[in-house]
């Protein structure tokens, strides 16, 4: 299967649709693996044609984990960003991930699709790698600072469950917690099946605290997203309690001329009844 290369990370890719026609990266979220884009979703875009990449984040999936970096060959090593506070890398880092599969899928520009902490990441490429830009989607996500964005107490304590090794157990875990900031348009089934494949494809649940020291060091991207040229939507869902609506209202006022969408009923998640206006609403953004 295909993959791409950042220095010591190795990071799995898939494409799906028309190679001549307009590229779509999709980048996923906290813990998230490929798996967890829904049945339909990558297809409903594809059917609007777009020709869609979707990737494993590093520390997740098929892509390198930070503990099997020596595995890498050391002529392709590369210096990470100085990440403090104890983390091995920033979202910068991640982003740069993010180029190496565009490189490696010969992709020279490209629209991009983040959710959650991968809408951070694709901020991230907005700030850092514009040129490679044509545009850029953040879908329930916020600007690092801390005074908006905030979950609340019962989203962070559903997230931050202790990890469990059983697998009924991590799959009725991962539908409650899902069920607490999911809004009210929560798929159950669809939540069950999504917690079956990632659990049976690729348990490291060490992974996501790699991921989340990355988003802590990161930081406020504020002052940095005022100098972002790249056409941009935002998409928050008003019943979000992880990542609430503040943050994606943030988003859209801190980027100059970005368009905000708000979904009355739509939480942390893409319930599929939202796919129609959410691919419109992307749809515009082609030139």
């Given at each position: 299967?295909?993959?791409?290369?950042?220095?010591?990370?190795?990071?799995?890719?898939?494409?799906?649709?028309?190679?001549?026609?307009?590229?779509?990266?999709?980048?996923?979220?906290?813990?998230?693996?490929?798996?967890?884009?829904?049945?339909g979703f990558?297809?409903?875009?594809?059917?609007?044609?777009?020709?869609?990449?979707?990737?494993?984040?590093?520390?997740?999936?098929h892509s390198?984990?930070?503990?099997?970096?020596?595995?890498?060959?050391?002529?392709?090593?590369?210096?990470?960003?100085?990440?403090?506070?104890?983390?091995?890398?920033?979202?910068?880092?991640?982003?740069?991930?993010?180029?190496?599969?565009?490189?490696?899928?010969?992709?020279?520009?490209?629209?991009?699709?983040?959710?959650?902490?991968?809408?951070?990441?694709?901020?991230?490429?907005?700030?850092?790698?514009?040129?490679?830009?044509?545009?850029?989607?953040?879908?329930?996500?916020?600007?690092?600072?801390?005074?908006?964005?905030?979950?609340?107490?019962?989203?962070?304590?559903?997230?931050?469950?202790?990890?469990?090794?059983?697998?009924?157990?991590?799959?009725?875990?991962?539908?409650?917690?899902?069920?607490?900031?999911?809004?009210?348009?929560?798929?159950?089934?669809?939540?069950?099946?999504?917690?079956?494949?990632?659990?049976?494809?690729?348990?490291?649940?060490?992974?996501?605290?790699?991921?989340?020291?990355?988003?802590?060091?990161?930081?406020?991207?504020?002052e940095a997203?005022?100098?972002?040229?790249?056409?941009?939507?935002?998409?928050?869902?008003?019943?979000?309690?992880?990542?609430?609506?503040?943050?994606?209202?943030?988003?859209?006022?801190?980027?100059?001329?970005?368009?905000?969408?708000?979904?009355?009923?739509?939480?942390?998640?893409?319930?599929?009844?939202?796919?129609?206006?959410?691919?419109?609403?992307?749809?515009?953004?082609?030139?």
């Amino acid at each position: 299967m295909p993959s791409a290369r950042n220095g010591e990370y190795e990071l799995y890719y898939e494409t799906a649709g028309d190679r001549d026609d307009a590229p779509l990266l999709l980048v996923n979220g906290f813990g998230a693996q490929i798996v967890s884009w829904q049945d339909g979703f990558v297809d409903a875009f594809v059917d609007q044609g777009w020709y869609v990449i979707t990737m494993d984040n590093r520390d997740v999936g098929h892509s390198t984990k930070t503990a099997e970096r020596e595995t890498a060959a050391p002529e392709t090593a590369a210096p990470e960003t100085a990440a403090p506070n104890g983390a091995t890398y920033t979202l910068a880092d991640m982003a740069a991930d993010a180029i190496a599969v565009l490189d490696a899928a010969a992709i020279e520009r490209a629209h991009v699709f983040g959710t959650s902490m991968g809408g951070m990441i694709v901020q991230m490429l907005a700030i850092d790698h514009a040129d490679r830009l044509e545009s850029m989607v953040s879908v329930m996500s916020t600007t690092g600072s801390r005074s908006v964005g905030q979950p609340t107490a019962e989203a962070l304590a559903a997230l931050t469950r202790p990890a469990v090794a059983e697998r009924a157990e991590f799959i009725d875990n991962y539908v409650a917690g899902s069920r607490v900031y999911s809004g009210s348009r929560f798929d159950e089934a669809w939540t069950r099946i999504r917690a079956g494949r990632e659990f049976d494809r690729c348990r490291h649940p060490v992974g996501m605290v790699h991921q989340m020291l990355a988003i802590v060091a990161t930081g406020d991207r504020t002052e940095a997203l005022r100098a972002v040229a790249t056409p941009t939507l935002v998409i928050h869902g008003r019943q979000d309690a992880l990542i609430p609506l503040d943050g994606g209202e943030a988003t859209a006022a801190a980027i100059p001329d970005a368009r905000l969408l708000v979904l009355d009923e739509m939480g942390h998640n893409l319930p599929e009844s939202y796919w129609p206006e959410i691919i419109t609403a992307v749809d515009t953004l082609r030139s």
